[in-house]
């Protein structure tokens, strides 16, 4: 299994707080993705990096903000959290653009 | 409207029987991509196909990609308890970055 690990697993928040998501990585990969699954709507992208201090937004970009100071972290802000933020978040890592995706186990986030 | 349309969303079968399931766009896909999640944890990938038509084999798993790449089906021989899980497909499109889900189909195999 690729060493990735996202933490909490689990949080619960009220609406309005910040949350901050953290993944960390063994594989010294240079792709970090930071995705959301809800039902009916699969998995979507809401930013990526691709090198230390280098990020983009995905398709669900707003109300996040990432940051990557080292390799292996790559942190997702929930500024103001609202209940529609309310998901399980997964990280994923790739070693090369478009190359097959490695996943953490999730973390479940609940916006009271 | 999801890019990667999955088919059926559920499926609820007996052990050793065979199934199914698509996944369509109208979109061409230079790669796609099948992941399988089990309660509690991230997409573990099963396979890549990238030609147009090709057929790729996993123990009881078939994989096909469309002559157009715009579709894909896994076909599971024999199902197994072990089979249960959700199936996701994955989709790269030509020219584009990000990796675009399907919703998924959610497979119980009744033993």
């Known amino acids: 299994d690729a060493g990735i690990t996202q933490s909490p697993r689990h949080k619960v928040t009220e609406t309005g707080t910040p949350v901050t998501l953290r993944c960390h990585q063994t594989?010294?990969?240079?792709?970090m993705y930071w995705y959301r699954q809800d039902p009916g709507h699969g998995l979507r992208l809401i930013h990526y990096?691709?090198?230390?201090?280098?990020?983009d937004k995905g398709e669900v970009s707003d109300g996040y903000s990432v940051s990557r100071s080292k390799t292996e972290d790559f942190l997702l802000t929930l500024e103001s959290a609202t209940s529609s933020q309310t998901s399980v978040y997964f990280c994923?890592?790739?070693?090369?653009?478009?190359?097959?995706?490695?996943f953490g186990s999730g973390t479940q986030l609940s916006v009271l | 409207t999801q890019l990667l349309e999955q088919s059926p969303q559920f499926l609820s079968i007996q052990e050793g029987e065979n199934l199914t399931v698509y996944c369509n766009s109208s979109?061409?896909?230079?790669?796609l991509q099948w992941y399988r999640q089990e309660p509690g944890e991230g997409p573990v990938l099963l396979v890549t196909?990238?030609?147009?038509?090709e057929v790729k084999k996993l123990k009881r798993l078939t994989f096909q990609f469309g002559d157009a790449r715009k579709d894909s089906s896994l076909h599971i021989t024999a199902a197994q308890p072990g089979d249960t899980g959700l199936y996701l497909c994955?989709?790269?499109?030509?020219?584009?970055?990000?990796?675009?889900f399907g919703a998924g189909t959610r497979l119980f195999v009744k033993a």
């Open positions: 196909v990238v030609t147009g038509g």
């Open positions: 994955a989709g790269d499109m030509a020219g584009g970055f990000k990796t675009i």
């Open positions: 994923a890592i790739s070693e090369r653009e478009r190359e097959k995706l490695f």
């Open positions: 990096s691709y090198g230390v201090k280098d990020t």
């Open positions: 979109s061409v896909f230079s790669s």
């Open positions: 594989e010294n990969h240079r792709y």
